[in-house]
């Protein structure tokens, strides 16, 4: 889809623990790094322990990750 609408400069993620297989795809994580993506994501229960060690707590349940 980056092909077709261009590479966004900010991501907000949630989608009801499909988080999940996004956290952790080690080529998502070098696709937001590589292409400096700001990524929010609402995290409730056990998807918190998934969060990359970057993440930031922004609100209740609201994590920020920003590469640069």
């Known amino acids: 889809y980056a092909s077709t ?3 966004p400069d900010y991501i907000k993620m949630d989608i009801e623990g499909a988080e999940k297989d ?3 795809s080690t080529y998502f994580k070098e696709w937001i790094t590589k292409n400096k993506i700001i990524l929010q994501v ?3 229960g056990d998807t918190k322990d998934l969060l990359w060690p970057e ?3 922004h609100e209740e349940n609201q994590y ?3 590469p640069f």
């Open 64 to 66: 920020i990750f920003k």
């Open 55 to 57: 993440f930031e707590l």
């Open 5 to 7: 609408y261009g590479i």
């Open 42 to 44: 609402e995290c409730h």
């Open 22 to 24: 996004f956290l952790e």
